[in-house]
């Protein structure tokens, strides 16, 4: 079973070399680095750091460009690839040492079509605990996952539901609600590291309510191309 790993970024240059990194040593097949038009310095820094092992020790890796949008990115870089599974990860998201061997235990049967991880913050406030723990509870209940999961899936699957719909927002959660109809899917319990800045810099409590008003508009039916001028930081 081959395993590519897929980052899109914008503007990531306080994070993006110690993603790549990272993953790079988590023993992947290939990773995959699709920048949406950064005008800061990602793009040089998504090759290999410097410093850590050398480069014939990491995965390979690959730099694609494409115009901004997530769906886009996330969608390119499926493209490119061609190993069996597809892993869709954050540019500020770190994956446990352990990933690669549990994505292959979670795909060991081969009615499974995909998962994700559990999440937590690297902040240690309350306030992302909170968050982690309900984020996590609502997506083992309901099945849909978001990107802060570490998404992944198998290639032929993604190809058979046509990739991420190119919508402005909301692409993850409405991907998993189809995945979860073409057949089981994961919810692992081993935990995937993200960034608590979105939360902290509009504040948590600011940061649920958005999120939640943007979902309960998104379920009752109105547009991501509407909803994306609530919010912000569309990528």
């Known amino acids: 079973m081959t395993i590519t790993v897929i980052i899109p970024t914008l503007n990531e240059e306080a994070t993006i070399a110690r993603t790549v990194r990272h993953t790079a040593e988590r023993g992947f097949d290939q990773v995959i680095v699709v920048d949406g038009g950064s005008t800061d310095h990602t793009r040089t820094l998504a090759g290999v750091p410097a410093s850590g092992p050398q480069p014939s020790a990491l995965s390979p890796i690959r730099l694609l460009s494409t115009p901004r949008g997530r769906a886009t990115q996330l969608n390119a870089g499926a493209h490119a690839s061609r190993d069996d599974v597809l892993l869709f990860l954050h540019a500020d998201t770190r994956l446990p040492d352990t990933a690669k061997r549990h994505i292959e235990s979670a795909l060991a049967d081969p009615a499974v079509v995909g998962g994700r991880f559990d999440v937590r913050f690297d902040s240690p406030s309350a306030w992302g605990r909170v968050i982690s723990t309900f984020m996590n509870l609502r997506s083992r209940l309901t099945r849909i996952s978001t990107g802060d999961q570490a998404m992944f899936v198998r290639r032929r699957v993604f190809e058979q539901l046509g990739g991420f719909s190119d919508i402005p927002l909301m692409e993850d959660i409405e991907f998993s609600a189809r995945l979860k109809h073409a057949g089981p899917t994961q919810a692992l319990r081993e935990t995937v590291t993200t960034s608590f800045r979105r939360w902290e810099q509009q504040g948590p409590?600011?940061?649920?309510?958005?999120?939640?008003?943007?979902?309960?508009?998104?379920?009752?039916?109105?547009?991501?191309?509407?909803?994306?001028?609530?919010?912000?930081?569309?990528?």
Do not use: D, E
């Open 205 to 235: 409590l600011k940061t649920i309510l958005l999120m939640w008003t943007l979902r309960f508009l998104y379920w009752i039916g109105v547009s991501p191309h509407r909803l994306k001028n609530f919010y912000a930081a569309v990528r």
